[in-house]
């Protein structure tokens, strides 16, 4: 079993529309989860990162974790065609915030037709 | 501030093959890491330096791989000799210390024929 899994996708929606992004992840230890957004030929950039269970909200983007299920979600309000891009779940251990040893989901391709 | 810079963009070789990928990260930033991108999957990582001294390279397959941080500055990744399942992204990154944001370069899209 991977450490952590994503849907591949890819998800193509209308401008406007709420996103939702989706990981599972296999060991309880895992303490700090993190999004990154990666665009076409280019190098990853954090996104966002939450710490245990719960949500946090920047802007239009919302990231929830429910550790009771090992399911974390990005939640993408208002989507905007500059949106367009690939997001990966990571997940560091040992669950510290740096990137030592980044478990990385697949990624998920995201395009937003204007 | 100057990103990280990492050349070549592009690559491609005979596999048998040696190559070398150069990293110049953020000025001031003591971490330095290597990961591995194959099409349709997440970055793996490769190698992790602090400063000049390696601190995790468990996952680099060091039969054919090595990497070097001289000065404690830039880096250099080599695969000697190259494999068509080396055909990847390697992308450098790079942080203030240990648990910071890392920030990544834009990569090396390796292709071995």
């Known amino acids: 079993q991977k450490e952590v899994e994503q849907d591949p996708g890819p998800l193509s929606v209308p401008e406007g529309a709420i996103v939702s992004l989706n990981c599972t992840y296999s060991?309880?230890?895992?303490?700090?989860f993190m999004w990154y957004r990666q665009y076409s030929r280019k190098g990853p950039e954090l996104l966002m990162y939450?710490?245990?269970?719960g949500n946090k909200e920047d802007g239009r983007f919302t990231a929830q974790v429910d550790k009771s299920s090992k399911y974390i979600s990005l939640f993408i309000r208002d989507s905007q065609p500059s949106d367009s891009a690939t997001y990966l779940c990571?997940?560091?251990?040992?669950?510290?915030?740096?990137?030592?040893?980044?478990?990385f989901g697949t990624g998920t391709r995201l395009t937003v037709i204007p | 501030e100057a990103g990280v810079a990492q050349s070549p963009r592009y690559k491609i070789i005979e596999k048998r093959q040696s190559v070398a990928f150069w990293c110049n990260p953020i000025?001031?930033?003591?971490?330095l890491y290597w990961y591995q991108q194959i099409l349709g999957q997440g970055p793996k990582l490769l190698i992790q330096?602090?400063?000049?001294?390696?601190?995790?390279d468990s996952q680099l397959p060091k039969d054919r791989f090595s990497a070097e941080r001289l000065k404690g500055v830039d880096s250099t990744l080599k695969i000697q000799p190259a494999k068509l399942e080396d055909s990847a992204v390697y992308l450098c990154?790079?942080?203030?210390?240990?648990?910071?944001?890392?920030?990544f370069g834009q990569g090396t899209r390796l292709t071995v024929v």
């Open positions: 990154a790079s942080s203030l210390v240990v648990d910071t944001e890392a920030f």
């Open positions: 060991n309880s230890a895992f303490q700090y």
């Open positions: 939450t710490y245990s269970s």
């Open positions: 990571a997940i560091p251990f040992p669950p510290r915030a740096g990137a030592n040893n980044l478990f």
């Open positions: 000025s001031g930033h003591a971490t």
């Open positions: 330096f602090q400063n000049n001294g390696v601190v995790d």
